[in-house]
């Protein structure tokens, strides 16, 4: 018997009333012995009962009734009894099938009792009926009483575990109108340890009652999704938090998430809302962080923390840098472009008008080209920026006061003033600039001063306070190219000549607001993983979660019951 038929051994163990389990590699006939072994514990406790021994008339009375032996005749009457207790006295329609028990307890039993046991059966309450009918189905198979039919008795029988999981198949599986709850087909599929051969008729009728341990199960072995909407099914509200939690986060609320003491939604919903968070460095929170600082660094630690989905989605992220095209959906999370401007060194200028991020990237773009004195690719880009018609009118007047500067460098002081007063109108940070250009128009050649902005020459922007420390940078990377180092020290000189006057009038000032440069601070959606499921948290497995779903099953079986019991085999009897 391989590992399956181990696995119906341990789930059989013990139905009969033995206290050790059938466990390990067993032929048949080597199950048939531990049985025989059981049944013999079993009569020699009977024997040393207190309860009185049966005498021989009431032995081959019960043999009539398909029961055979002492200890067997002990165990149908301890089931009974417990039967007769349970049936309410007040309910007479009932009279009749508690008077013949008490009259086959008495020493008559007549093959009125299989209807009468039915009948009560099917009258118990629904607290009762499955624990009732689940104790009377394991009496019947334990003694070999012929009260069920052929398909009934086949299924007691793998229920009970004496049949090899080897030798089950589809054809022990019954009809959705022959298994109602779903709870035999359920029974099989977890011996068999394959839950994937759950009809989807059953699936849907063991939702309501099946264990909790049992539904997380289905769940683990992607026979239960979302799609079956489980929370919708359990009564009990606690569960029902639990199952959406399960299968769909996104719809669990804060209050709902705080009952369970699950912190995952709320950590996310901090996360993108741009909350502090400290997360643990490595953890996703961090790295996605990094991410949004611009660290492509990070992006191969990344992919192992993500789904399947944002793995293909940071790819295309990463190949459209080589080019600088992306589908529209990756530059429209504005989270995602300090990693893109990271990725990706622009080789030519940047049509502005294909969004909002190349807009951003077009002007710092042109800035950048400025500060490195690529005059003629500045102007370049300058121009496509003040050709976009649809440009917000903060960025406008930039592009427009760069088109300016580079038109000052070039000693071009009518089309700089032009330049600037068109925007003049309707943004007066320009208005300094446009003095300084007037005033510049109004001096003679010979007597202007050098036109650049020491700070550009520096590669800063205006009136930035890093000067010296980049000055002192410039000096070190520059000091085997004289004109550069010549470039930086008159740099210096000009910066320090204007910070000991206080005045800073002759300088052009770009860019007019630092932070139309800046990129975005915010947390990039499109890499954050939808609501992670709530980890499980019933034990697997559980023994108490399988006896539930076996008694179930055994109670399916309750039409199987015959009106009047089979004629008994006697050559397969043994009598005490």
């Known amino acids: 018997m391989g590992n399956e038929d181990a696995s119906a051994g341990r789930l059989g163990g013990g139905f009969g009333g033995g206290n050790t389990p059938i466990t390990g590699a067993m032929t048949r006939a080597e199950m ?21 021994p049966v005498d021989g008339f ?153 264990p909790l341990g049992i539904i997380d199960d289905l769940i683990d072995a992607d026979v239960l999704d979302r799609g079956n909407r489980p929370w919708s099914l359990r009564s009990d509200t606690a569960e029902q938090g639990y199952l959406l939690a399960r299968l ?144 917000e009118a903060g960025a406008a007047t930039e592009a427009w006061n760069m088109f300016a500067y580079l038109a000052l460098l070039n000693d071009d002081l009518d089309l700089a003033y032009v330049s600037l007063a068109r925007v003049a109108r309707t943004d007066r940070r320009v208005e300094d600039n446009l003095a300084l250009l007037d005033r510049r128009r109004r001096t003679k050649r010979n007597d202007r001063s050098q036109p650049a902005n020491p700070y550009l020459e520096l590669g800063l922007p205006h009136k930035s306070e890093q000067w010296k420390h980049q000055w002192r940078e410039r000096r070190r990377a520059d000091r085997n190219n004289l004109d550069l180092a010549a470039q930086a020290n008159w740099a210096k000189r000009r910066i320090e000549q204007a910070e000991r006057a206080e005045d800073w009038s002759d300088f052009f000032v770009l860019p007019l607001d630092p932070t139309a440069l800046r990129l975005p601070t915010v947390r990039p959606r499109s890499l954050t993983p939808r609501p992670a499921v709530m980890p499980r948290r019933t034990p697997s497995g559980a023994a108490a979660d399988l006896s539930a779903v076996r008694d179930r099953a055994l109670a399916t079986l309750l039409p199987t019951l015959l009106s009047a019991p089979r004629r008994p085999d006697h050559d397969h009897r043994t009598s005490s």
């Not at 009279?95 to 299989?114: E, K, V």
């Not at 689940?134 to 398909?151: C, K, N, R, T, Y």
């Not at 962080?289 to 293909?312: N, T």
């Open 58 to 210: 009431a032995l081959r009375k019960w043999r009539k009734a398909g029961v055979f032996g002492a200890e067997a005749v002990a165990r149908v009457e301890d089931v009974l009894r417990a039967l007769l207790a349970s049936v309410a006295a007040e309910d007479g329609t009932l009279s009749w099938g508690a008077d013949t028990i008490r009259a086959c307890l008495d020493g008559q039993p007549t093959p009125q009792l299989l209807p009468a046991v039915k009948a009560l059966l099917e009258a118990a309450e629904p607290n009762r009926a499955v624990a009732q009918t689940a104790a009377v189905l394991s009496v019947i198979h334990e003694v070999g009483m012929p009260w069920l039919s052929p398909v009934g008795e086949r299924r007691l029988a793998v229920i009970a575990g004496t049949v090899a999981t080897s030798e089950l198949g589809p054809a022990d599986v019954p009809r959705a109108e022959d298994d109602p709850v779903g709870a035999y087909a359920l029974y099989h599929a977890l011996i068999r340890g394959h839950l994937d051969e759950l009809p989807a008729h059953s699936l849907r009728a063991v939702i309501p009652w099946a």
């Open 248 to 391: 769909a986060p996104e719809k669990v609320e804060a209050a709902l998430a705080q009952s369970l003491c699950w912190n995952e939604p709320r950590e996310r919903e901090a996360f993108l809302a741009g909350e502090p968070v400290d997360p643990k460095p490595g953890s996703l929170y961090d790295l996605l962080l990094r991410v949004a600082d611009g660290e492509p660094e990070v992006l191969k630690e990344l992919e192992e923390l993500l789904p399947r989905d944002l793995v293909l989605q940071l790819r295309k992220i990463q190949e459209g840098a080589v080019t600088g095209t992306w589908d529209p959906d990756i530059p429209a999370d504005r989270g995602l472009w300090r990693l893109l401007c990271a990725l990706w060194e622009p080789r030519a200028a940047i049509n502005p008008a294909r969004g909002p991020f190349y807009a951003l990237v077009a002007l710092r773009h042109a800035y950048d080209l400025i500060c490195q004195g690529e005059r003629k690719k500045a102007q370049a880009q300058v121009n496509k920026l003040v050709d976009h018609e649809d440009a």
């Open 32 to 52: 048939i012995e531990v049985w025989r072994t059981h049944r013999a514990a079993r009569r020699a406790a009977a024997v040393s009962g207190p309860e009185d």
